[in-house]
C-alpha cells in the first residue's frame, strides 16, 4: 500500500467509526433517519453470508438465501428456513408458502418490497427436515445481526422453529400457545403466528394468524400502546 491509499484507507475507517457512533444515536431516536448506511452494512454482511461454510449445508445448498427487502422495513417477518423453491431462487418464501405470506402481505395493505423477509437459516436443509442446534447456533448471529441493523419496529415470527430459536423458548412449546401475546425482543415487539405452510395444511389457521395481523398492524400505527417488558417468560 502507497502512502496515499494508506490515508485514504485510514480516513475510511476513521469515517466509519464516526458515523457509526452517530448512527447509534440517531437510531436512538429515530430508527429512520440514515438510510444509505444500513444498506451498506447489509451488503457486507450479505456477501459475508454468501460465502459461509460455517455447517454442512453449505455444501448442499444451491443458493444462501440471506434475506429480502427494505433496510428500512418498520416490519420485518422471519421464518424457518429456505425449501427447494428458495434455495434455488436464493430468495425467501418464493414458493407455495411464500405465495400465501405475499396475499397475507398484500391484506395488510403493505407491498413485498416495504418489508424485509429473512429466516433463522440460510440454507436449506435437505429434504426440508427441521433446523438441527448446531445449525441454528451457526446461523442465528446472521440473522441477529440482519435485525439490529434493519432496526424494524415489529418483528412476526412465523411459527414455532422462528420464535423458539429467537426468543429462546423451549422446543415444545406450540405456537397456539404463545400466539396473541407481545414479546419483546431488543426493545422492540414481536408476535408469533401460524408459518404460512401451516395454513396450507389446515384452513383453520388462516382466521386466527389474520387476527395476529390485525394486532400487528395496531402496533404499527401506535393503536396498541406498547412498551419494552423484559420478562418474556411463558406461563
Ligand atoms: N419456509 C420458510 O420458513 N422460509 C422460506 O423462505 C420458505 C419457506
Ligand atoms: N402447526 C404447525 O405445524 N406449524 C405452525 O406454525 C403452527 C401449527
Not at 491509499?5 to 485510514?10: K, L, M, N, V
Not at 440482519?146 to 419496529?153: H, K, N, T, V, Y
Not at 429462546?168 to 426493545?187: L, Q
Request: a negative charge.
Amino acid at each position: 500500500m502507497n502512502l496515499q491509499q494508506e490515508i485514504t484507507t485510514y480516513f475510511r475507517q476513521l469515517a466509519e467509526q464516526e458515523s457509526s457512533i452517530i448512527l447509534d444515536d440517531i437510531k436512538r431516536s429515530d430508527p429512520h433517519s440514515v438510510e444509505q448506511i444500513d444498506a451498506s452494512e447489509l451488503q457486507a454482511l450479505e456477501k459475508t453470508v454468501s460465502q459461509c461454510k460455517k455447517c454442512e449445508l453449505s455444501q448442499t445448498r444451491k443458493n444462501v438465501v440471506f434475506g429480502q427487502g427494505n433496510p428500512q422495513a418498520r416490519l420485518m417477518f422471519i421464518g424457518e428456513a429456505p425449501g427447494a423453491d428458495e434455495d434455488r431462487q436464493g430468495q425467501p418464501f418464493v414458493g407455495r408458502a411464500g405465495q400465501l405470506l405475499n396475499k397475507i402481505i398484500a391484506a395488510m395493505g403493505f407491498e413485498r418490497e416495504e418489508i424485509y423477509i429473512a429466516n433463522i437459516l440460510k440454507c436449506r436443509p435437505p429434504d426440508n427436515r427441521d433446523p438441527l442446534p448446531h445449525e441454528v447456533e451457526a446461523c442465528i448471529s446472521y440473522l441477529k445481526e440482519q435485525i439490529r441493523l434493519i432496526q424494524p419496529e415489529v418483528i412476526v415470527s412465523l411459527g414455532k422453529v422462528s420464535a423458539v430459536n429467537l426468543m429462546n423458548f423451549s422446543p415444545s412449546v406450540s405456537v397456539k400457545s404463545i400466539r396473541e401475546r407481545i414479546f419483546t425482543y431488543e426493545n422492540r415487539p414481536l408476535v408469533v403466528t401460524y408459518h404460512p405452510a401451516a395454513l396450507l395444511r389446515s384452513a383453520s389457521y388462516k382466521r386466527p394468524t389474520w387476527e395476529d395481523m390485525q394486532m400487528v398492524m395496531k402496533l404499527l400505527s401506535g393503536e396498541i400502546q406498547w412498551k419494552p417488558e423484559t420478562d418474556n417468560t411463558l406461563i
